[in-house]
């Protein structure tokens, strides 16, 4: 039994009812070294009884593999693997080193982990429990948190047990239980339940130095020391030192009586962490020892075999009592044991760090292998675990050309993890590497740092250019040669690889649920930087490559870190090093530029733009058609030509690739379309984009294509299927940590609810969208937010209000962006109403400039409704009447029954009555259908005012999900069901377990009032 802890069995035991009812749920369990934890998680499996068991413990080693944890957790429900959707199959095959063709995606690792419990499980529940999760990897850690985020209604319940003060594990949005010291009676109870009663001068000793923690309860009594200091011996013996170094001394005590034999078996098994019998064995071989020196470690329960035959530790403290309090040559001696024993083709990487470890000095050999580790993590998405293998690599270094590139690429994983300070660190590492390294070439013989000797490396044990572990650009002579040699800015993964803080692909490389930068809200923001140009190779002056690359990771740093200006001017400076060798890599730093621009001012956006168009790209350039897409968009002098076209720019640069869709580039085509007023093209690439992210990869991007859809929706008037979008694009940005996209999709959703007037629901969302800025730089969100407050406010005819918020729209850091651009016509309404109508001036030139240039009709109606609100009665007429005309009456129907609406309140007030009620009612007709309260009961006013009857707040026609009662994602869900889907077929595109879809469905039939998904096509023919 568990002293003093029924608050916290009660919770637990709460958790495992649930799955037993088909409800999930997940726990992390929080507390000190020794204070329960283990014996919390071994007592809630004993209580599982029927539920299937799945667990796992993290190991310190393992931070350094990733994906090691998570391999280790689902050995057992691989069998499942082949019927996961392919996405998720593909992405787990090639996380855990499966499949050598694949790049693993982490967003659909993290959805196979959900699938494959879920099916592992069958029809009954499921248990998952990791101990020790501050130790899991990186990769691992998304991964499970992210599927625990996701949890709803497969029964299965995840249970966390984190040390405080050990590794590292963050789980925002799941609840926790945190453990605390024991009560005194429950203290005294242990003690005394372990048996062998002390003296009471040694209980009362042991209960004042154990200060509740049941661990050390147990076993500080069993120290060599404990009857001394119960005596009055010194506090030296261990009194005075932390808790958990006194129970670490504490096990070793216990090792060190053992037989040689065992202790160097244990100390092999410490030192290994796959838990694998084999490599154990072969391992403990090396050092002449076996399984029969293992029985006094059991006898001594400090180890067991669990049912699978792996030998575990009775508690993560004896592991590490072992293995940091042995000698530095047996230590040594067990990691070159292990590293022998692990198959150099299937199991490179641990051999890579075991030898690492083994190291007693500079070994390029080693070194070579780390590196090569380091790719394959990257490749992976482990981006963490891939920056302290290139760090590790670079500290084993004695080729200086290696130690550079390995320093950069430490950076710029570094970078891709969300490590800033670490990225900054060894950026201006690298440098200075490089520097030094200059010099001394240039002292040698007098040479260039280009001329300097080459150094002497076997093929594949200098810097990456192409293969997973990396090759040294063929001809580098030093160390900056080698680094001009690789002339991609980080994040390069090869050519056309994503970078960290773009917003079509940062969570596609820095792993589900790592930081994610806040981007600015511009047109997409930039695609990836091309790498891998041979121009750079012999550069004139390689250490400009060096020096830019370093610049690109202190830029991002700062980036992250909401300071814009400052990541922006470091942008410019690296895009200068690298324009002469390298000018399609300059001109990615200046797409990025742009990016950081767009929150700045447009006079950035203009300054930037023009570098970028004045740099000459070689005509093989990927990044060619989309900076020349760019510069003809919104670049200097573009105003004066015609706009350049989305659809033939995405063609374009799919033709650049050799018609192999490249998604990332295009990303961006979506938001500059918008902003280019081409919003059914942009809606129409945004939908093939999303389609594509889904199918193969690339999840990160979806969260801004979601964002682009739901923008295009919105202007096209078809609010619930901009808040379908948005609702399923703030879901999966809350579950990846996409703080960007949570405060865009917020501003979005809050501008319906302004529209539908739900004034608590509007302000709540704004409050979410404003709450993501960083640093000193506005929520990424903010124009949406600052837009939806103003037209919440002119909607119930607060018109102050809403020119104070709209006038924030104006101002030079924000006006270029677009919902700052489309926010003008209701500027001008709101100015005209208070009798100020020169507010708007300036933007109204402002806007009928980009009308005039975007050639579309809907803009140009707009400007003619603007126009009217201004203009004398004498000419207001004309110009409502060309509005009218020139709206599409399928299309944007909301602006056009805000036309109608204005239009009939002209003709009420010039007495024109009759004329007035077909507008006025056909303006109700669309907002009552649309759900736009404040402006139905507007049209119902002035309609009652114009002599016409009518129901005074009569119902809204709502749509059949919404009457209903559906959730934006049960309504989501019969949707695709009415389209003949199967729940598998769902849930992989909407990101859920089968048996959630399942439960959804079950939830939304009586509801709709309908027994089977056959029925639901007759209720949305429409889909």
């Given amino acids: 039994m568990l002293y003093g802890r029924d608050t916290e069995t009660a919770a637990l035991e709460e958790l495992l009812a649930g799955a037993r009812e088909g409800r999930s749920g997940a726990l992390v369990v929080r507390g000190d070294a020794g204070i329960g934890k283990t014996a919390l998680l071994e007592q809630t499996v004993a209580a599982a009884g029927d539920l299937t068991v799945v667990r796992s413990s993290g190991v310190e080693f393992e931070a350094e593999l990733p994906y090691a944890g998570l391999q280790l957790l689902l050995r057992r429900a691989m069998g499942s693997l082949d019927a996961l959707p392919v996405p998720q199959r593909r992405a787990l095959r090639a996380a855990f080193g499966l499949a050598a063709d694949a790049a693993s995606e982490p967003m659909f690792v993290g959805l196979a982990v959900l699938s494959l419990l879920s099916d592992h499980a069958g029809e009954g529940p499921l248990l998952c429990v990791v101990d020790d999760a501050q130790w899991l990897d990186r990769a691992s850690t998304d991964a499970l948190v992210f599927a625990a985020r996701r949890l709803d209604a497969e029964g299965v319940a995840m249970v966390f047990a984190v040390r405080d003060g050990a590794g590292s594990f963050t789980a925002p949005g799941l609840p926790e239980l945190r453990l605390g010291p024991l009560p005194e009676d429950a203290a005294r109870a242990l003690l005394a339940d372990r048996g062998g009663a002390p003296a009471d001068t040694v209980r009362t000793r042991v209960l004042s130095e154990a200060r509740g923690n049941p661990l050390a309860l147990l076993e500080l009594p069993l120290g060599p020391s404990a009857d001394a200091r119960g005596a009055g011996g010194s506090a030296a013996a261990g009194g005075g030192l932390p808790l958990t170094t006194r129970l670490q001394m504490a096990f070793h005590g216990q090792v060190s009586h053992l037989p040689p034999g065992t202790q160097t078996l244990l100390l092999v098994a ?178 260039e740092p280009s001329s300097a000797p080459t150094a002497h490396a076997e093929p594949g044990t200098s810097p990456r250019a192409s293969t997973p572990g990396g090759q040294a650009p063929a001809g580098s002579t030093s160390a900056v040669d080698a680094a001009a040699g690789q002339s991609a800015p980080p994040g390069s993964s090869g050519p056309g690889g994503p970078a960290p803080g773009d917003p079509a692909s940062t969570a596609d490389t820095g792993g589900v649920g790592g930081p994610v930068p806040p981007h600015p809200s511009g047109p997409g923001g930039p695609a990836p930087t091309e790498a891998g140009s041979t121009a750079a190779r012999g550069a004139a002056n390689p250490l400009s490559a060096v020096r830019g690359r370093a610049l690109y990771v202190r830029a991002l740093a700062d980036f992250w870190e909401g300071d814009f200006g400052a990541a922006h001017q470091l942008l410019l400076e690296a895009a200068d090093l690298l324009a002469e060798a390298d000018s399609a890599a300059a001109a990615r730093m200046l797409v990025q530029a742009t990016h950081t621009a767009w929150y700045l001012g447009d006079d950035e956006v203009a300054g930037t733009l023009g570098r970028l168009a004045a740099l000459e790209l070689p005509p093989w350039a990927p990044i060619r058609p989309v900076a020349e897409f760019l510069v003809r968009a919104i670049g200097p002098g573009s105003a004066a030509a015609g706009p350049p076209d989305v659809a033939e720019a995405a063609a374009a640069s799919r033709a650049a690739r050799g018609g192999r869709v490249d998604p990332r580039d295009l990303v961006m085509l979506c938001g500059v379309g918008l902003a280019l007023g081409q919003d059914a093209a942009a809606y129409d690439l945004a939908t093939t984009l999303a389609a594509e992210s889904r199918e193969s990869g690339g999840v990160g991007r979806l969260t801004t294509l979601m964002f682009f859809r739901a923008e295009a929706e919105l202007f096209d008037g078809r609010l619930d299927e901009a808040v379908a979008t948005a609702s399923e694009g703030l879901r999966i940005s809350r579950d990846t940590g996409q703080r960007q996209w949570v405060s865009q999709l917020s501003s979005a959703l809050a501008h319906v609810a302004a529209l539908r007037g739900d004034g608590d629901e509007c302000r709540r969302l704004v409050d979410e969208a404003l709450a993501g800025g960083a640093g000193r730089a506005m929520a990424p969100g903010a124009p949406w937010a600052y837009w939806s407050q103003g037209l919440l406010e002119l909607g119930l005819g607060r018109t102050q209000f809403a020119l ?84 599409d009456p399928h299309r944007r129907v909301l602006e056009s029954a805000r036309t109608a609406l204005l239009y009939g309140e002209w003709l009420r007030r010039a007495r024109r009555k009759s004329e007035a009620r077909g507008h006025l009612r056909a303006a109700l007709e669309t907002f009552e259908r649309l759900g736009a309260r404040p402006w139905a009961d507007r049209a119902r006013s002035e309609l009652g005012a ?33 389209l003949g889907l199967t729940n598998r077929d769902i849930a992989a595109q909407l990101f859920l377990s089968p048996r959630t879809v399942g439960h959804h469905l079950y939830k939304a039939y009586p509801k709709l009032g309908v027994v089977s998904r056959g029925e639901l096509a007759a209720l949305f023919p429409d889909t």
Wanted: overall charge negative; aromatic content about 4%.
């Fill in 270 to 447: 410490a030192a290994d962490h796959t838990g694998d019998p084999d490599i154990l064995v072969r391992a403990a071989a090396v050092l002449g020892v076996g399984v029969d020196d293992l029985p006094p470690a059991e006898e001594a329960n400090l180890v067991y075999v669990d049912d699978e035959d792996m030998l575990r530790f009775r508690h993560p403290l004896v592991r590490a009592a072992i293995h940091q309090r042995a000698a530095l040559p047996d230590r040594l001696a067990a990691h070159r044991a292990l590293a022998e024993a692990a198959d150099p083709v299937r199991d490179p990487d641990h051999r890579a760090w075991h030898l690492a470890a083994a190291a007693t000095g500079p070994d390029e050999a080693v070194a070579t292998a780390l590196q090569r580790t380091a790719g394959r993590a990257r490749e992976r998405s482990g981006h963490a675990a891939a920056s302290a293998a290139y760090e590790r690599a670079a500290r084993l270094s004695t080729d200086p050309v290696a130690r550079v590139e390995r320093l950069l690429l430490a950076a710029e994983s570094a970078s891709e993890a969300g490590d800033i300070p670490r990225a900054r660190a060894f950026a201006d590492q690298a440098t200075r590497a490089a520097e030094t390294e200059a010099e001394a070439a240039a002292v040698r013989g007098g040479a």
């Fill in 804 to 887: 104070d918020r709209l006038s924030l729209l104006t101002e030079p850091t924000v006006r270029h962006h677009i919902s700052a651009t489309r926010g003008v016509p209701d500027l001008v309404e709101a100015a005209v109403r208070l009798g100020v109508p020169e507010r708007a001036d300036e933007p109204l030139a402002r806007f009928e400039a980009w009308a005039t240039r975007s050639g579309q009709d809907w803009a140009r109606a707009l400007v003619a409704r603007c126009r009217a609100l201004r203009a004398k009665d004498a000419d207001a007429e004309a110009y409502f009447i060309e509005a009218l005309a020139r709206h």
């Fill in 946 to 978: 114009s002599g016409a009857s009518v129901t005074v707040g009569q119902d809204t026609v709502r749509s059949v999900a919404d009457e209903a009662g559906l959730t934006p994602q049960e309504s989501q869900i019969v949707r695709l069901a009415a």
